[in-house]
């Protein structure tokens, strides 16, 4: 089944008066459930690609359908109600609320929403937060967790709402290759459990090992897309 599916999309920047071609015509179909890497030389359109995705941004030209919907003309108010419903980021710092705990910061994100009752969001975070290791330290704020701990508690906030599409740009980026390695288990974890869809950026080799999709970008456009061979 498709969730997602791009044509020919166009990314240029203003740069002052000069034209920064960033996308310079992707086409792409993505099946629920997939486990994705994206990856190629810095400046080659990831982060682009990632933010049209994710609705963080539009294209220049270009087509995007996101569950047989098209998002890539919609206006800033109707894409931030597609991110909220649909979509999870993980990022490569993890953009937590520093004042929060880890219980809290999870929790600001299924209140947004807010159609569960007090007891049933207890419950869901509290279940979310055992799932990637934090059992006992839901009260700690982010000062008071390692970056691996932090972004663990960023998955978490991420994928509480159980979006179709998770989207990372990054996301072991900052941390030792230990917990780099935990991250991307749980994320494994989580899309073979839930069966989300992920998409993923990364520079890191031995992490983009476990994905099941490799596509490389380069200059803007994708220069090769493999599957796994089982
Ligand atoms: N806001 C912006 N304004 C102007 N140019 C931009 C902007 N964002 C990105 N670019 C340019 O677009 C191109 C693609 O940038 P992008 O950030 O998508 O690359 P990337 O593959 O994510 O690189 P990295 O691996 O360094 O994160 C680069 O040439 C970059 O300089
Ligand atoms: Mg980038």
Do not use: W
């Amino acid at each position: 089944m498709t969730l997602l599916e791009l044509k020919q999309i166009k990314k240029t920047y203003l740069q002052g008066k000069m034209e920064v071609p960033a996308l310079r015509g992707v086409d792409l179909i993505v099946d629920k459930g997939e486990f994705i890497t994206i990856f190629g030389p810095s400046g080659s359109g990831k982060t682009t690609l990632l933010n049209m995705i994710g609705c963080l941004d539009t294209p220049t030209d270009g087509e995007i359908y996101l569950n047989g919907n098209r998002i890539s003309a919609l206006s800033k108010k109707e894409l931030a109600l597609i991110r909220r419903n649909n979509i999870g980021f993980i990022f490569q710092s993890h953009n937590l609320i520093p004042v929060l705990t880890a219980y809290e910061n999870v929790e600001f994100a299924l209140l947004l929403i807010g159609r569960l009752s007090e007891g049933e969001t207890r419950e869901r975070v509290f279940k979310m937060l055992a799932k990637v290791g934090l059992k006992g330290k839901e009260n700690r704020k982010p000062g008071e967790l390692s970056g691996g701990e932090n972004q663990r508690v960023a998955i978490a906030r991420a994928l509480i709402k159980e979006p179709k599409l998770i989207l990372a740009d990054e996301p072991t980026a900052n941390l030792d290759s230990e917990n780099a390695l935990d991250v991307i288990k749980i994320m494994t974890m989580m899309n073979m459990e839930l069966g989300n869809t992920f998409i993923f950026s990364t520079h890191d080799p031995q992490i983009r090992e476990y994905a099941r999709r490799y596509i490389n970008l380069r200059d803007g456009l994708i220069f090769s897309d493999k599957k796994k061979e089982q």
